[in-house]
């Protein structure tokens, strides 16, 4: 049998000086399938002010899925009115055509993680917003943050809550490659994962303990998180989804050659995976 072609999407850090059409036009010309918008880019709005039914229609019309919407900030932060921030992201997701939204932990070190308020924080979001989540028919991908300040390090954990909050149907993981790296989880859950986030980390003179966002770049054969190993296991082991590209680095967002550099890392992952060899770890 076939393998199944590795299929790729963008987040829009990927390209976050660029309006939500750029985006589109931009996977589109490279063979995407999909992109990720997000209400966190500096100095921008969601889709740049424009209703959501615009962002369906240009997506439709270049043939390019809406992923996921991003994100629900902090979401485990009992202490705020997340649920509300949740209500208008899943209403926008609904009306641009999006497939799911995006929950992301507190990451700060103020918040004390492992406490067990916060892990009822996690479980009661989670039970709160499925019946709107799955009302709506979308998913909601709840992304562990692998810093060591993270309210949430692991897959693990995230499933216990979700598994807890008796929604397995709804939440789905997702798993980056980054964070997985640096919260040094050895398990991966492809059957529970809803997308894959990939960025590779090329500095050679840091520490793991050391890599931050902005050391995250493109994928290439410097890199020294693991990106072809985890995504040749997560495929072996059934997760058939896209890989969405999602550098930090400046140096990556300054790229005047952008759709050179992205296609020279997509050609790198599929000869890597179709010749069995890794990266450097």
């Known amino acids: 049998m076939p393998a199944?072609?590795?299929?790729?999407?963008?987040?829009?850090?990927?390209?976050?000086?660029?309006?939500?059409?750029?985006?589109?036009?931009?996977?589109?010309?490279l063979g995407c399938v999909?992109?990720?918008?997000?209400?966190?880019?500096?100095?921008?709005?969601?889709?740049d002010g424009e209703p959501a039914r615009n962002v369906r229609d240009a997506s439709i019309n270049a043939g390019v899925r809406i992923l996921a919407l991003a994100e629900v900030k902090r979401f485990n932060d009992g202490s705020l009115n997340r649920a509300a921030q949740a209500d208008e992201l899943i209403e926008l997701a609904v009306e641009c055509g999006a497939e799911a939204v995006s929950l992301i932990p507190v990451n700060d070190a103020s918040y004390r993680p492992g406490s067990r308020d916060g892990t009822q924080r996690l479980r009661d979001f989670l039970a709160e917003s499925a019946p709107k989540i799955r009302s709506a028919g979308l998913l909601g991908y709840v992304e562990p943050l692998g810093f060591s300040i993270s309210s949430l390090r692991t897959k693990k954990e995230a499933l216990s809550a979700i598994n807890e909050a008796d929604a397995s149907d709804v939440f789905r993981l997702i798993h980056d490659t980054f964070h997985h790296a640096i919260a040094g989880e050895p398990d991966l859950y492809p059957s529970r994962t809803g997308l894959v986030h990939i960025s590779g980390v090329n500095d050679s003179s840091l520490d793991v303990s050391d890599m931050e966002d902005g050391h995250r770049e493109l994928v290439t054969a410097d890199?020294?998180?693991?990106?072809?190993?985890?995504?040749?296991?997560?495929?072996?082991?059934?997760?058939?989804?896209?890989?969405?590209?999602?550098?930090?680095?400046?140096?990556?967002?300054?790229?005047?050659?952008?759709?050179?550099?992205?296609?020279?890392?997509?050609?790198?992952?599929?000869?890597?995976i179709a010749s069995g060899n890794e990266e450097p770890g």
Not at 12 to 26: G, Q, V
Not at 41 to 47: D, E, H, I, M
Request: net charge negative; no cysteine.
């Open 34 to 47: 999909g992109v990720e918008f997000r209400n966190d880019l500096p100095g921008k709005t969601l889709f």
């Open 223 to 272: 890199d020294r998180i693991g990106n072809i190993g985890q995504i040749e296991e997560l495929r072996s082991t059934g997760y058939a989804g896209p890989f969405s590209f999602e550098p930090f680095a400046k140096s990556v967002h300054e790229d005047r050659a952008l759709a050179d550099s992205l296609t020279a890392s997509m050609r790198h992952i599929r000869d890597a």
């Open 4 to 29: 199944i072609p590795v299929s790729f999407a963008l987040n829009h850090m990927s390209a976050p000086n660029s309006n939500f059409r750029e985006l589109i036009d931009l996977a589109a010309s």
